[in-house]
């Protein structure tokens, strides 16, 4: 296919994930505003005013980062896992990977629509945020590359948990049990600085740790673990991820239900 077509197919597959992530908008945007508000409030005003002060700033100020960053998370992953289980469940994929459409455009398609919906609800979060504090930039390029990382990364992971799934329930293992942990166990509402020398080190085994952190330098300059090392990190994954599902979707072996 030439690149006009390909850029033709990418841009029909994003613009499908766009639209259906704004029909079902109370599905889809709603209930992270909502959630998040309720951190705010809960974590924010009622348990912030006795913390007091958190690696050098008021604690709303502090958790802000780390909740927009769940919320990224989050959506970036489910919008993809859910969308593609979809159009396996519904065999509609399957039109798609017969036809000349380039697997990149395939693949790029779906997770850039998870990308959308990842900073869509980073600026809808970082909006109610400002209700309850004041934000700022610190380092705008560390900002953009953690937020934009990160939801790329972990709407390849969707992706991935959407091939590998053989029913409705396989897609909720991974939010369930690991990225909820993982997430509130990632410094979102403590600083490591806190914790004893054996639960930093263990901390340190967390990935979103760096994440939460280097989101947290980008926005407040503060930061528990070395950035730059971070956003390599977060760079290689994303790497290694995208490699991973391409070969997914080339062999196809787990597309069919």
Known sequence: MSWSKKW????TIL?????????IWPQTLLPPVITMALYFVIFGKMIGGRVGEMGGVPYMQFIVPGLIMMAVITNSYSNVVSSFFSAKF???IEELLVSP???HAILMGYISGGIFRGLIIAVIVSIVALFFTKLGIEHLFVTIFTVLGTSILFS?????????ARSFDDIS??????LTPLTFLGGVFYSMENL???WHNISLLNPIVYMVNSFRYGILGHSDVNVWY???AIFIFCVVFYIISYRLLSNGSRIRL
């Open 196 to 198: 004893s020398p054996f």
């Open 101 to 103: 459409v380039s697997k």
């Open 90 to 92: 519904t065999a509609s």
């Open 8 to 11: 033709i197919a990418f841009r």
């Open 230 to 232: 971070s956003m390599g």
């Open 173 to 178: 293992i991974i939010p369930s049990f690991v």
């Open 156 to 164: 390849l992971g969707g992706f991935i948990n959407a091939v590998y």
């Open 15 to 23: 613009l499908k994930e766009i639209r259906r992530i704004l029909r």
